[in-house]
T-cell receptor, first 112, second 116 residues
Framework: GDSVTQMEGPVTLSEEAFLTINCTYT??????LFWYVQYPGEGLQLLLK?????DKGSNKGFEATYRKETTSFHLEKGSVQVSDSAVYFC???????????FGKGTTLSVSS | GAVVSQHPSWVICKSGTSVKIECRSL??????MFWYRQFPKQSLMLMAT?????????EQGVEKDKFLINHASLTLSTLTVTSAHPEDSSFYIC????????????FGSGTRLTVV
């Protein structure tokens, strides 16, 4: 069935380190892909999205490229900050407007 | 930006009682509302999808008589956990899809339910 596999956390990095959080998906058709972030005590917020193959989503220094051939949507950031500490969720939807299917989330902790 | 207000943010109730969770879209119309449940260190699991003015569609394995969903208006959806038991303790999150947008989903901040 449809699913998202996300790298296990927690991920612990020092400030200015490079970040990669792997995400692969199993889906029918041509899904739209998302990364959401959940800061402590807050709701999920959309970080970035890509709706077709080879699209690159980007926001706040984070990037992810829709790779259809590898069914992946890995999240990257060149230089993390302490304020990036949060839980990151990879998600997709098979059909626009339908419910999102989420990965388990990856906790990122950045220290100064 | 779009905001979904979800409350209460946490609630403790006794076994056998019912609890209502509300989600309101504050500055947009939510044609569709999704209700999720999240267990510790697990993903968000979709419980049901509700469209304004119609009955909710429940995912397999979710008891519709236990988890009552009402979406009577374009700005309000409620989830009522009836006759709650300790195994219903969990984190419940709502998500609203914006009218006119296929990719606009806004999430509430979640409700931590503890049944004792």
């Amino acid at each position: 069935g449809d699913s998202v596999t996300q790298m296990e956390g927690p991920v612990t990095l020092s400030e200015e380190a490079f970040l990669t959080i792997n995400c692969t998906y199993t889906a029918t058709g041509y899904p739209s892909l998302f990364w959401y972030v959940q800061y402590p005590g807050e709701g999920l917020q959309l970080l970035l999205k890509a709706t077709k193959a080879d699209d690159k989503g980007s926001n706040k220094g984070f990037e992810a490229t829709y790779r259809k051939e590898t069914t992946s949507f890995h999240l990257e950031k060149g230089s993390v900050q302490v304020s990036d500490s949060a839980v990151y969720f990879c998600a997709f939807t098979n059909q626009a407007g339908t419910a999102l299917i989420f990965g388990k989330g990856t906790t990122l902790s950045v220290s100064s | 930006g779009a905001v979904v207000s979800q409350h209460p943010s946490w609630v403790i109730c006794k076994s056998g009682t019912s609890v209502k969770i509300e989600c309101r879209s504050l500055d947009f119309q939510a044609t569709t509302m999704f209700w999720y449940r999240q267990f510790p260190k697990q993903s968000l699991m979709l419980m049901a999808t509700s469209n304004e003015g119609s009955k909710a569609t429940y995912e397999q394995g979710v008891e519709k008589d236990k988890f009552l969903i009402n979406h009577a208006s374009l700005t309000l959806s409620t989830l009522t956990v009836t006759s709650a038991h300790p195994e219903d303790s969990s984190f419940y999150i709502c998500s609203a899809k914006h009218r006119g947008s296929n990719y606009g989903y806004t999430f509430g901040s979640g409700t931590r339910l503890t049944v004792v």
